[in-house]
């Protein structure tokens, strides 16, 4: 086996051991005798257990949102809005332990790479398709955000709660969330139903396997962001450091000026004193002659 058949098979075997036991019921051990391996080869390839589920979930992350990217590119919200829900259960169904790992309580091993970070990031692209709608609706445009986080998070919930029960299938499901994020509480259909449009070009069931090399390309340009990222927080601290001494010295010339500025006063009043204490002599000197 070359190395980067014995990478994916790693990956694919912790992937299974995590979506069953989650991170901490999941052992280097375990991982390398299901791999009929040493515990070495798995610390080589990936650096430990922290390393490997950082790749098991980004790979579902971007899996995912590639699919519900691809569903909001339909031309009519509607559509957009019923192929995206689709695309959800699709994935949940075809990508079971996939979407069992994303929905565990997040591991500090998963770095932004949790459920509650991809629905957000999903809110965002549903965010502007719903800005759009709303302006051309007349209505705030400003509200899209609290919107976007409302209608996601009730197709998000609905697919964990569907993740175990499976029934009513995925389209039914599908038609009744559209029917009521569509229609609302006042206008459900009795008998919802996905559109013919979406049923003719559903959305793919499962996203096309990626090359090893691109795996490595996807890797790299993520450790490229980071990288990018960790710069400019660094740029970041650093300008509020600057910002932090010129403000610190600011301030310290300000005081040293009031403090200049006391003194003078101090002196201007002691001047004075001196003038009114020898006016006041000179004025006794006079009564007595």
């Given amino acids: 086996m070359t190395g980067r058949e014995r990478r994916e098979q790693l990956i694919q075997i912790s992937r299974t051991l995590f979506a069953e036991k989650g991170f901490d019921g999941t052992s280097i051990e375990e991982i390398a005798a299901t791999a009929q391996v040493s515990k070495p080869v798995v610390y080589e390839h990936f650096g430990g257990k922290e390393g490997l589920y950082a790749v098991v979930v980004d790979r579902e992350m971007q899996k995912l949102l590639g699919m519900i990217t691809e569903a909001l590119a339909a031309s009519h919200s509607l559509i957009k809005l019923e192929r995206a829900a689709l695309a959800l259960l699709m994935y949940i169904e075809e990508s079971s332990e996939g979407f069992r790992i994303l929905v565990r309580d997040s591991h500090a091993a998963s770095g932004t790479g949790t459920f509650a970070s991809l629905i957000s990031e999903i809110a965002s692209q549903v965010e ?162």
């Fill in 128 to 289: 502007d398709v719903l800005a759009d709608e709303f302006a051309a609706r007349g209505y705030d445009p400003k509200l899209a955000p609290m919107y976007a986080q409302m209608l996601v998070g009730m197709v998000a919930l609905t697919g964990q709660w569907w993740l175990d029960v499976r029934k009513p299938g995925r389209e039914e499901v599908a038609a009744h969330l559209v029917n009521l994020a569509w229609n609302g509480l006042t206008g459900l259909n009795p008998q919802p139903a996905i559109s013919a449009t979406t049923r003719a070009d559903p959305p793919a069931v499962s996203a096309p396997r990626a090359s090893e090399k691109e795996l490595r390309e996807l890797e790299k340009a993520r450790d490229k962001e980071l990288k990018e990222a960790e710069k400019v927080r660094q740029r970041e601290l650093k300008e509020a450091e600057k910002a932090r001494v010129r403000d610190l010295k600011e301030r310290e010339r300000l005081l040293k000026d009031a403090e200049k500025a006391r003194e003078r006063e101090d002196k201007l009043r002691q001047r004075e004193a001196r003038l009114a204490e020898r006016a006041a002599r000179l004025e006794q000197a006079d009564q007595s002659d």
